[in-house]
């Protein structure tokens, strides 16, 4: 491995966690620096949209209105590098908090992968594609 592709793969690990911070956080104005404006995003396996960041990044901010913390924790990444093109796999669980009116905490979980396909721009790599891969859920 030459320095160039750690380089690449540390720059993709770090977009890879800009992804999830900008949802964890709730800044999802931000997703817009992660994928590219034709980007094609796919929740269908959550029965939700698939289409281009302008219109699915609403609709997982709405999704997320309802949780009051809301984490994602990623683990092993398969990156496959092919020049300025790159798939990658991430493993991902993302526990969820509600919290009722009368203040009582709910707990939701889901799991399984994100499968990104990526380029290298300008301004660095951005995802073209994500599909959410939703393997298993809990409490919903």
Same mark, same amino acid.
């Given at each position: 491995?030459?320095?160039?592709?750690?380089?690449?793969?540390?720059?993709?690990?770090?977009?890879?966690?800009?992804?999830?911070?900008?949802?964890?956080?709730?800044?999802?104005?931000?997703?817009?620096?992660?994928?590219?404006?034709?980007?094609?995003?796919?929740?269908?396996?959550?029965?939700?949209?698939?289409?281009?960041?302008?219109?699915?990044? !609403?609709? @997982? =901010?709405?999704?997320?209105? #309802?949780?009051?913390?809301?984490?994602?924790?990623? +683990?092993?990444?398969?990156? /496959? *590098?092919?020049?300025?093109?790159?798939?990658?796999?991430?493993?991902?669980?993302? !526990?969820? @908090? =509600?919290?009722?009116?009368? #203040?009582?905490?709910?707990?939701?979980?889901?799991? +399984?992968?994100?499968?990104? /396909? *990526?380029?290298?721009?300008?301004?660095?790599?951005?995802?073209?594609?994500?599909?959410?891969? @939703?393997?298993?859920?809990?409490?919903?």
């Amino acid at each position: 491995m030459d320095v160039t592709e750690l380089a690449d793969r540390l720059a993709i690990a770090d977009l890879l966690t800009a992804y999830t911070r900008a949802v964890d956080t709730g800044n999802f104005e931000a997703l817009h620096e992660v994928f590219t404006p034709d980007a094609v995003m796919d929740y269908s396996s959550v029965g939700g949209p698939v289409g281009p960041p302008a219109e699915v990044v !609403p609709w @997982v =901010a709405e999704g997320l209105a #309802g949780f009051a913390r809301v984490q994602h924790l990623l +683990g092993q990444l398969d990156v /496959r *590098l092919d020049g300025d093109r790159a798939e990658v796999t991430a493993y991902f669980t993302n !526990p969820m @908090v =509600a919290v009722a009116p009368d #203040g009582t905490e709910s707990l939701f979980e889901c799991g +399984g992968y994100y499968h990104h /396909r *990526l380029i290298k721009t300008a301004a660095g790599w951005r995802s073209v594609s994500l599909v959410d891969d @939703v393997l298993w859920s809990r409490g919903f």
